[in-house]
């Protein structure tokens, strides 16, 4: 791994190991001043754990530094980098479905003045569920691993010419 990828993990790995205190710190302040009691506070502490989730998964990524996928280290480190690109992939979609919930709920109460405090169930579950079965086409399909272009543990690059910056003419001619 060159230089330029040690130092972009090291720099997701810090800011993201700011954002999983930062998140502790909302949902600690949610749960002691009891506005979990509330169907919004409620949405958005499930944002804010996703979030941490999230967090702790991208810093994680700084203990593949040194890793080498062709290497007897880097076979070791294998189902760690695996697990990890599916934690990743899982919790990016579903903080994004959490994010488009919170949105939806909160027009449908301010722009058309209904209260869907029943639909907290629904948003909960696709939250949840949703991302398990899309996380889970890279884990059938065998692509998880380590990313090249950024020395992260998420979906490899199997085919080297499918690399849009190899312009080189054997690589045209494959394509």
Not at 36 to 48: D, E
Not at 93 to 122: D, G, P, Q, S
Not at 164 to 172: F, G, K
């Amino acid at each position: 791994m060159n230089k330029s990828d040690s130092l972009y993990l090291y720099v997701i790995g810090g800011t993201n190991f700011a954002s999983v205190l930062v998140c502790l710190l909302a949902a600690i302040l949610v749960l002691c001043l009891k506005l979990y009691r509330m169907g919004v506070y409620r949405l958005a502490l499930y944002q804010v754990l996703a979030s941490l989730v999230f967090a702790m998964g991208q810093a994680l990524q700084i203990i593949f530094v040194d890793y080498d996928q062709n290497s007897e280290e880097g076979i070791r480190y294998d189902p760690l980098c695996t697990t990890m690109g599916w934690l990743v992939v899982y919790t990016s979609w579903v903080k994004l479905l959490f994010t488009m919930w919170v949105t939806f709920h909160v027009f449908c109460f301010a722009v058309l003045h209904k209260n869907l405090k029943k639909l907290e169930v629904l948003y909960v579950v696709t939250s949840l569920l949703v991302p398990v079965v899309i996380a889970a086409v890279p884990l059938i399909t065998g692509t998880y691993g380590q990313d090249p272009n950024i020395g992260s543990c998420w979906i490899e690059v199997k085919n080297k010419h499918s690399d849009l910056q190899d312009n080189t003419p054997e690589a045209l001619e494959v394509c």
